[in-house]
């Protein structure tokens, strides 16, 4: 069955880096567009970036531009986030997902999902 695995999260102190990964299996990776979503508590899921499946685009949630980027390297199938300058608002439960089309920012044309890796940052 298809598995999205996260990793990478933990404490951050405000103004620091930090880099997710999201390992693929079950799936034939290079077919599907990738990407990242967060939830904070009390709060909905929300998009935060996503990249095609060859990687030949990038899309972005405005509150992260600029700071935070999304790669994938479809032969060792995984899917990163690097997150720099974070914020305290950066804190949340940060998920990879995978989708065969539809629209990159809707939770609901995404497929499969991961379990989610834990982010807090610090102040």
């Known amino acids: 069955q298809v598995q999205l695995v996260e990793s990478g999260g933990g404490l951050v102190q405000a103004g620091g880096s930090l880099r997710l990964s999201c390992a693929a299996s079950?799936?034939?990776?290079?077919?599907?567009?990738m990407g990242w979503f967060r939830q904070a508590p009390g709060k909905e899921r929300e998009f935060v970036a996503a990249?095609?499946?060859?990687?030949?685009?990038?899309y972005y949630a405005d509150s992260v531009k600029g700071r935070f980027a999304i790669s994938r390297d479809n032969a060792a199938n995984k899917v990163s986030l690097r997150m720099n300058s974070v914020t305290p608002e950066d804190t949340a439960v940060y998920y990879c997902?995978?989708?065969?089309?539809?629209?990159?920012?809707?939770?609901?044309?995404?497929?499969?999902w991961g379990q989610g890796t834990q982010v807090t940052v610090s102040s």
């Open positions: 997902a995978a989708r065969r089309g539809g629209t990159y920012y809707w939770t609901s044309t995404y497929d499969y």
């Open positions: 990249i095609r499946e060859s990687g030949e685009a990038t």
């Open positions: 079950g799936l034939t990776f290079s077919n599907y567009a």
